[in-house]
């Protein structure tokens, strides 16, 4: 049996957001343990790669050519009859970006975190949730198949998608059919991909959701889809639907698939509760993955950021109750939650729209120079040439 | 269990590509993914097929 172990702050999973609240606990002087299941951190890799940039500075993390493939001038919306909307940089405001190499930069960030002075275990996995009374004080977790206990006095759940860490502590975090995507993307070389753009496909080529395309390199991207679980009928609908995309899509078909990934998302609104005594949730464990786009990795490391010094104040304090890690949950609300929130409604009204609407919105886009993209200017340049498409948005505007 | 439909996952790689789609989707928490194998508590699974619809490649069946 392996020997059972004690820590001031342990980290269950060793994703971005995990890696990112280790870091920021042990530089603030606590004890900290990351443990990750799988036995290589960032791999195998589970993402579209797609990345914004703006917030890279907020957390601290230095971009470097080790993981960033390239960088995008900006994004093009394609409507379900192919016309084109393009976002660049001036008017989305840096939420365009990267390109990374996910694995590569997770591991960067287990780096970031190590030195500062976190431990890490790999191939460590929480098989359940320690308590004492009611207040979670560690896990119980395999290591190479042996069992042993963790105790810690702070205990973070950075658990990802499928999230256990959570459920065994009695926080809700299940989620409705609407709420949730089932995705595959592929690697494919020998494509006619444009690497200035990330690419996005909207409509019933992917119900609920979009086909995406990444440029990783000339000639190399990820492409992928999502589409919403609410919205599926048959097994198998993300396969089904981007196979057809790239069959109808010669620049594509013509490709060679080199990798297979699969996943789940959340598209939900936040969660009401991220803490519990001794345990805070983080990034895709608290479903703090932006609705719309389906992005999770800013979010999941500005709330990393947040989750690491609350816990290393509780550490110092002594005092790891829920009541003090309402900063935690207060801080990373002010800084997330109303623009998680808002894209969810507006999540909710895209997944109704039917393609000739798509279509109707793009066109109307299309003619317009918008000075900066935002719901309410893209509703007004809409109302402008088809008001009666604006009928449905009356709320936004 | 008398009444029940047979849930099957296939993990043994031929469709399986391992995501936890399955795993983060099932309402009852009875999925689990060991390396690379999936298992599902039969006891405690009530065939809402939500993983079925979540699995991106097909390797759930339900019937």
């Known amino acids: 049996m392996a020997k059972d172990l004690t820590t001031d702050v342990l980290v269950v999973g060793g994703g971005p957001s995990g890696s990112m609240t280790a870091k920021w606990a042990a530089k603030q002087g606590a004890r900290v343990l990351m443990i990750e299941k799988r036995q290589e951190i960032g791999s195998p890799v589970r993402c579209g790669e797609g990345m914004s940039k703006e917030w890279l500075k907020e957390v601290g993390i230095v971009p470097s050519p080790r993981w960033i493939n390239l960088e995008v001038e900006g994004a093009r919306i394609y409507s379900p009859s192919e016309q084109v909307f393009e976002i660049n940089e001036k008017h989305a405001g840096n939420e ?265 919105v793009i066109d109307a886009l299309q003619g317009v120079k918008l000075l900066k993209l935002n719901v309410h200017n893209i509703l007004k340049a809409v109302r402008d040439k088809y008001p009666e498409v604006t009928k449905e948005f009356e709320a936004f505007l | 269990m008398p009444g029940k439909k047979s849930l099957h996952i296939e993990s043994s790689g031929q469709l399986c590509v391992y995501c936890s789609a399955c795993v983060g989707v099932c309402p009852l928490n009875c999925i689990y993914l060991d390396e690379t194998r999936i298992t599902f508590d039969e006891r405690v699974c009530t065939r809402c097929e939500i993983c079925v619809k979540a699995c991106p490649v097909g390797a759930i069946e339900i019937g």
């Open chain 1, 96 to 360: 365009v970006g990267y390109v990374v190499e996910r694995d590569a930069f997770d591991k960067q960030l287990a780096i970031d975190a190590a030195n500062a002075g976190t431990e890490v275990l790999l191939k460590t996995s929480a098989t359940g949730v320690l308590k004492d009374g009611g207040r979670v004080v560690g896990v119980r977790a395999k290591q190479f198949g042996e069992p042993f206990e963790i105790r810690a006095k702070v205990t973070i759940g950075a658990d990802g998608f499928e999230s256990q860490v959570g459920r065994w502590a009695g926080i809700p975090t299940n989620l409705a059919l609407r709420d949730m995507d089932s995705c595959l993307q592929y690697r494919m070389t020998n494509v006619d991909c444009d690497t200035r753009y990330c690419d996005f496909y909207l409509g019933k080529v992917a119900p609920g959701g979009y086909v995406w395309i990444f440029p990783k390199a000339e000639g190399l991207a990820n492409v992928g889809i999502g589409v919403q679980l609410s919205q599926i009928k048959e097994p198998a609908a993300a396969k089904t639907f981007l196979d057809k995309w790239i069959a109808n899509h010669p620049g594509y078909a013509k490709g060679k698939k080199i990798d297979v990934v699969g996943g789940g998302v959340s598209i939900s609104p936040p969660l009401k509760q991220t803490v519990t005594d001794g345990l805070m949730l983080v990034g895709d464990a608290a479903r703090m993955i932006d609705p719309l786009t389906g992005g999770g990795i800013a979010n999941g490391c500005i709330a990393g950021k947040i989750c690491g010094e609350v816990a290393a104040k509780a550490v110092h304090s002594g005092n790891a109750s829920a009541a003090a890690f309402q900063e935690y949950e207060k801080g990373w609300r002010a800084r997330l939650e109303e623009k998680l929130y808002r894209n969810w409604l507006a999540k909710e009204k895209l997944v109704s729209l039917s393609d000739e609407t798509f279509d109707k």
